[in-house]
């Protein structure tokens, strides 16, 4: 199978990551595979919100964006 | 399902998608909803917006701000407390101070510092204590004293729907029934002049959606996490809360809307009676001595013994 190259960047963790997933990858499957609870992120591409069942694409660069407050 | 042709950027639980604009109507709709449901703001008023520099509170400030601009009978300030907590309030009142200034809104600043003499920070260097418990004991006092003196007629705080899910359930597990009388869209138990009545306008909005609507309109900003957090029983409750939500989508809306059922009767089982005035600094105050004195009590003490 292909795969994809994607680029993310955790706000929570100030952190930049480079993953390989599967061809026909959704953001589920990228959330799942960074053990992330869908609940406590919004996801954002090109400074736009997409959800989770939003196709990724090749070299896409997503922000992963957590929801919690901070105290 | 979806709202419309648009490219939906919001999922509810219920599964129905929503595009930008949708959202926001939605959004917008339920804070003014909630407002109107819990009569949380009258005709007239002089409200103070307790701004911390997160995305809850600057969504508050946000909506009511433009609330303000079309009815002049309202008025609004932000209030801000500044506990003196090393990189991290530093970082969000800078945000709460471009927002008030690039939107021409008033912002009056109180620290612990000047206020009690030390930084909160500081004051955890003496005691042994639980972080959260006095900060929240010294910002409940300062917001309230301060917005009393500045006339304001009500405090509107960003509390979400996630925020009174952890509180009940949190008060639940101590087995802290009148800890949760105190809860709800306008907090406190007792109508007393010297208390200033405490809203929440977002209490029906969870914090994702408080996220999705300040993502959407320019108000969130890097993420910040108090240091002091990971010592809490709150930071327990509220991830093993989204775990819940995840495998069973709506608990929180459930046992938020529960809890509203019985709020009524736990608010007039607990009421109290009259409430005193501090013996030390004439704040209202259940006891002899309120709670923020006897803190600064204890410190004064261990400052001595350390010296
Ligand atoms: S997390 Fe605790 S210590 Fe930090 S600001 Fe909130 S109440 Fe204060
Ligand atoms: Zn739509
Ligand atoms: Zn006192």
């Not at chain 1, 061809?23 to 400074?47: F, G, M, Q, Y």
């Amino acid at each position: 199978m292909d795969k994809l190259k994607v680029s993310v960047f955790l706000d929570r963790d100030n952190l930049n990551k480079t993953l390989q997933l599967d061809d026909n990858s959704i953001v589920s499957d990228l959330l799942k595979e960074l053990k992330i609870n869908p609940v406590t992120v919004i996801v954002s591409r090109n400074n736009e919100l997409i959800l989770e069942d939003e196709k990724l694409k090749n070299n896409d660069e997503i922000k992963i964006l957590s929801v919690i407050s901070g105290g | 399902m979806n709202c419309c042709s648009q490219k939906p950027v919001f999922e509810m639980h219920s599964g129905e998608k929503l595009c930008k604009p949708h959202f926001t109507e939605y959004f917008e709709g339920k804070v003014f909803k909630t407002i109107r449901q819990f009569d949380l703001i009258g005709k007239e008023e002089n409200l103070g917006v307790a701004l911390s520099g997160g995305k809850d509170s600057l969504t508050v400030l946000h909506i009511l701000h433009r609330l303000s601009m079309q009815n002049p009978k309202i008025k609004i300030c932000a209030i801000a407390i500044d506990e003196g907590i090393h990189n991290y309030r530093d970082k969000t009142l800078e945000t709460a101070k471009e927002f008030c200034n690039k939107n021409s809104i008033d912002l009056h600043i109180f620290s612990y510092k000047e206020e009690f003499g030390l930084t909160l920070d500081e004051m955890l260097n003496i005691l042994d204590v639980k972080p959260c418990t006095i900060c929240g004991i010294f910002r409940r006092y300062l917001l309230n004293k301060k917005s009393r003196e500045l006339n304001f007629t009500k405090i509107a705080t960003g509390h979400n729907l996630d925020d009174e899910c952890q509180s009940v359930l949190m008060n639940q597990m101590r087995n802290d029934a009148g800890a949760s009388a105190r809860l709800g869209p306008k907090a406190g138990l007792t109508q007393d002049s010297r208390f200033v009545q405490r809203i929440k306008p977002l209490y029906l909005c969870t914090e994702k959606e408080v996220t999705a609507y300040a993502f959407i309109n320019g108000l969130l900003d890097s993420f910040n996490e108090c240091p002091n957090a990971i010592h809490s029983f709150r930071v327990q409750v509220r991830d093993n809360l989204n775990d819940l939500e995840n495998k069973f989508p709506g608990t929180k809306y459930s046992i938020v809307n529960s809890f509203l059922q019985v709020l009524p009767f736990l608010k007039e089982k607990f009421k109290s009676g009259s409430v005193k005035a501090c013996a030390k600094c004439g704040e209202p105050s259940a006891n002899d001595v309120c709670n923020a004195c006897i803190y600064l009590e204890k410190l004064k003490n261990s400052i001595i013994r350390v010296v």
